[in-house]
């Protein structure tokens, strides 16, 4: 029980805010010492204020109290006012497609040229899709809200994945909606942590199949009972990372996925740790393709299709030093090289780059075990800029095989261009790194033996062009590959 003494009318009351006011200062200011961080604003003493200020009070007064006034006064409705459409009303149509050519003596004529066209109609929650792909013709049809999220026919799809029951013929890389196969997929409470059934010939047999996706779609997983085919998808795009509060953030990244059984199984995983006020990186990529499932050219540079476990991983500071690592793994052989580069001095026009890196070989065939190893030297001229980037150089290795590579990339508002091109030459005992694209635009590192490679990329917003052209040592068989892809929202 508190009592009071000797303390006339309201006087209680302020006591009370008195004792309230010093606490609540010892608490400011014990905060303010230690972390630096106050708790609450406190109200200072009144003090004389000068004519601007008295300036500004006079102004928010007088536009509180017009304010105030149209609130209070009654809104008029004419018979010509007219509620506006919400965008979900609106009926919205989209047109796209694809033209695919693959040219090779290897290549059956007729299974060289593919073409896709589909037109689309999105009103509120429901999508409705027609195309034709090759010569057949298909439909799919989608519908969301807060509850449901279903799917069915061959494009919509609510587990996401770039390579989940994807037809194996086509791609797409301007849209969410990838050419799928006969497919059905219904999940529940789509936003949040999100089961669902799903149906698809190829994944789950006769029998439907499980998922579960997270929230933002940032992870999904999936389980076929039949087939014991699982799969896993990540997607954390420069996720920011707060190690000790008022520090520069470090940005997380992490996408890909993988399907299949424990024994038999394909997919891409790429990851990246980078802080950018010191342009300092970490970056690894693991890959096993499927026969070439995972890229998006009919062209893998290599000889075979060989699906063999790929591992990359770098740390860097800047676009000109590196330090890198690569390794691939199949039955019977095993091939890597390391690497290191390192910008001499950086210019207004770029920087030369020396660049050392050191090849192996092991094979093992009946009981003999054969290995070979090389060293290399290339000088290269780079440059990094915002709008456009190049690269040329050379490497010599000390057993004499000769590699010329070059690449210019140009970047804006909505587009990007890219080229690259690679000469090796024929008697070369190595193989050379390059880059392919796998999924939306994660690129590969492979290791090709193809004596010429070429490399043309135009992508905008509403059209992506693509163009590789390679050829075998010894002028064996070249390999031309186009691709087409166009879609319009209107």
Same mark, same amino acid.
């Given at each position: 029980?508190?009592?009071?003494?000797?303390?006339?009318?309201?006087?209680?009351?302020?006591?009370?805010?008195?004792?309230?006011?010093?606490?609540?200062?010892?608490?400011? *200011?014990?905060? #303010?010492?230690?972390?630096?961080?106050?708790? =609450?604003?406190?109200?200072?003493?009144?003090?004389?204020?000068?004519?601007?200020?008295?300036?500004?009070? @006079?102004?928010?007064?007088?536009?509180?109290?017009?304010?105030?006034? %149209?609130? %209070?006064?009654?809104?008029?409705?004419? =018979?010509?006012?007219? %509620?506006?459409?919400?965008?979900? /009303?609106?009926?919205?149509?989209?047109? $796209?497609?694809?033209?695919?050519? !693959?040219?090779?003596?290897?290549?059956? =004529?007729?299974?060289?040229?593919?073409?896709?066209?589909?037109?689309?109609?999105?009103?509120?929650?429901?999508?409705?899709?027609?195309?034709?792909?090759?010569?057949?013709?298909?439909?799919?049809?989608? @519908?969301?809200?807060? @509850?449901?999220?279903?799917?069915?026919?061959?494009? @919509?799809?609510? +587990?996401?994945? !770039?390579?989940?029951?994807?037809?194996?013929?086509?791609?797409?890389?301007?849209?969410?909606?990838?050419?799928?196969?006969?497919?059905?997929?219904?999940?529940?409470?789509?936003?949040?942590?999100?089961?669902?059934? &799903? &149906?698809?010939?190829?994944?789950?047999?006769?029998?439907?199949?499980?998922?579960?996706?997270?929230?933002?779609?940032?992870?999904?997983?999936?389980?076929?009972?039949?087939?014991?085919?699982?799969?896993?998808?990540?997607?954390?795009?420069?996720?920011?990372?707060?190690?000790?509060?008022?520090?520069?953030?470090?940005?997380?990244?992490?996408?890909?996925?993988?399907?299949?059984?424990?024994?038999?199984?394909?997919?891409?995983?790429?990851?990246? +740790?980078?802080?950018?006020?010191?342009?300092?990186?970490?970056?690894?990529?693991?890959?096993?393709? /499927?026969?070439? !499932? *995972?890229?998006?050219?009919? /062209?893998?540079?290599?000889?075979?299709?060989?699906?063999?476990?790929?591992?990359?991983?770098?740390?860097?500071? $800047?676009?000109?030093?590196?330090?890198?690592?690569?390794?691939?793994?199949?039955?019977?052989?095993?091939?890597?090289?390391?690497?290191?580069?390192?910008?001499?001095?950086?210019?207004? *026009?770029?920087?030369?780059?020396?660049?050392?890196?050191?090849?192996?070989?092991?094979?093992?065939?009946?009981?003999?075990?054969?290995?070979?190893?090389?060293?290399?030297?290339? +000088?290269?001229?780079?440059?990094?800029?915002?709008?456009?980037?190049?690269?040329?150089?050379?490497?010599?290795?000390?057993?004499? /095989?000769?590699?010329?590579?070059?690449?210019?990339?140009?970047?804006?508002?909505? #587009?990007?261009?890219?080229?690259?091109?690679?000469?090796?030459?024929?008697?070369?005992?190595?193989?050379?790194?390059?880059?392919?694209?796998?999924?939306?635009?994660?690129?590969?590192?492979?290791?090709?033996?193809?004596?010429?490679?070429?490399?043309?990329?135009?992508?905008?917003?509403? +059209?992506?062009?693509?163009?590789?052209?390679?050829?075998?040592?010894?002028?064996?068989?070249? !390999?031309? &590959?186009?691709?087409?892809?166009?879609?319009?929202? &209107?």
């Amino acid at each position: 029980m508190v009592r009071f003494y000797a303390i006339p009318g309201n006087s209680r009351v302020r006591l009370i805010d008195l004792l309230f006011y010093g606490v609540l200062v010892r608490v400011n *200011l014990f905060c #303010w010492m230690i972390f630096m961080i106050p708790i =609450a604003p406190l109200q200072s003493a009144p003090t004389p204020k000068s004519q601007s200020n008295k300036q500004k009070d @006079y102004k928010y007064a007088t536009q509180y109290k017009k304010t105030e006034q %149209k609130r %209070k006064e009654p809104t008029i409705v004419s =018979a010509h006012s007219f %509620k506006p459409k919400d965008k979900e /009303d609106e009926v919205q149509f989209s047109v $796209g497609g694809s033209v695919q050519q !693959f040219q090779s003596r290897y290549a059956d =004529a007729k299974e060289s040229s593919k073409v896709t066209n589909f037109g689309e109609m999105r009103w509120k929650r429901l999508s409705v899709l027609g195309e034709s792909r090759g010569d057949r013709s298909l439909g799919s049809i989608s @519908y969301k809200n807060d @509850y449901i999220d279903l799917g069915l026919g061959h494009r @919509y799809k609510s +587990i996401p994945g !770039f390579f989940f029951a994807k037809d194996p013929e086509f791609y797409n890389t301007l849209g969410e909606n990838q050419p799928i196969r006969e497919s059905a997929f219904l999940n529940f409470l789509p936003g949040y942590f999100s089961p669902g059934i &799903f &149906f698809s010939q190829d994944i789950t047999g006769d029998k439907p199949g499980f998922s579960l996706v997270f929230p933002e779609k940032t992870l999904a997983v999936t389980y076929s009972p039949e087939t014991e085919k699982r799969s896993l998808y990540a997607n954390f795009y420069r996720t920011p990372m707060k190690f000790y509060p008022g520090k520069t953030k470090v940005l997380f990244t992490l996408n890909g996925e993988a399907i299949g059984t424990k024994t038999d199984y394909f997919g891409i995983f790429h990851t990246k +740790i980078e802080h950018p006020e010191s342009k300092l990186y970490l970056e690894g990529l693991t890959y096993k393709d /499927d026969n070439g !499932f *995972l890229l998006q050219s009919s /062209d893998s540079f290599q000889s075979s299709q060989e699906n063999a476990i790929n591992s990359w991983i770098a740390i860097g500071i $800047g676009p000109y030093h590196r330090i890198e690592a690569f390794d691939s793994v199949e039955i019977g052989q095993r091939e890597r090289y390391q690497s290191i580069r390192w910008g001499i001095w950086e210019t207004v *026009l770029g920087s030369p780059v020396y660049r050392y890196r050191d090849y192996s070989y092991w094979s093992e065939m009946d009981g003999k075990r054969f290995e070979d190893f090389t060293r290399a030297d290339a +000088i290269l001229w780079m440059y990094h800029g915002k709008s456009i980037d190049w690269l040329i150089g050379r490497e010599i290795r000390y057993n004499g /095989d000769r590699t010329t590579e070059a690449g210019l990339n140009f970047r804006g508002n909505g #587009w990007k261009l890219e080229t690259s091109v690679l000469f090796q030459a024929e008697t070369n005992r190595f193989r050379s790194p390059v880059e392919r694209f796998s999924g939306y635009d994660t690129v590969q590192i492979a290791l090709s033996d193809r004596a010429k490679i070429l490399r043309f990329r135009f992508r905008t917003e509403f +059209i992506e062009w693509n163009i590789t052209s390679s050829e075998r040592i010894n002028r064996e068989g070249s !390999f031309l &590959f186009m691709n087409l892809q166009y879609n319009w929202i &209107f």
